[in-house]
């Protein structure tokens, strides 16, 4: 079972940027997302990037102002994000879809494996 940790998160001002990093315990050969929490609320769809990173879906609400990328080499998948809102202000996952290499589910029943999340703050 590969394990998921998150970082990069904090407190930011309405129109600032962040990078959140996620870092596997081994090489994941599948599709991986990032998903965000916001308080009260279900997890919802942020970003994915294929296996070998050369495909991305982004919700709506992100597109424009956040890139998913990831490095297979370093294990690591990257979710930068510009503009930030308030409505962004969310815990952020990073997430496995082990069935899934060249095709990007936005549904978090596509995904297994999760890591604790990281706390994104806009304030206004």
């Known amino acids: 079972q590969v394990q998921l940790a998150e970082s990069g998160g904090g407190l930011v001002q309405d129109g600032g940027s962040l990078r959140l990093y996620c870092v596997a315990s081994?090489?994941?050969?599948?599709?991986m997302g990032w998903f965000r929490q916001p308080p009260g609320k279900d997890r919802e769809f942020v970003a994915g990037?294929?296996?070998?990173?050369?495909?991305?879906v982004y919700a709506d609400s992100v597109k424009g102002r956040f890139t998913i990328s990831r490095d297979n080499a370093k294990n690591t998948v990257h979710l930068q994000m510009n503009s930030l809102k308030p409505e962004d202000t969310a815990v952020y996952y990073c997430?496995?879809?082990?069935?899934?290499?060249?095709?990007?589910?936005?549904?978090?029943?596509?995904?297994?494996?999760w890591g604790q999340g990281t706390q994104v703050t806009v304030s206004s």
């Open positions: 081994g090489r994941i050969f599948s599709t």
């Open positions: 997430a496995i879809a082990p069935s899934l290499t060249r095709y990007i589910g936005r549904n978090e029943s596509d995904y297994d494996q």
């Open positions: 990037v294929t296996w070998r990173g050369d495909s991305s």
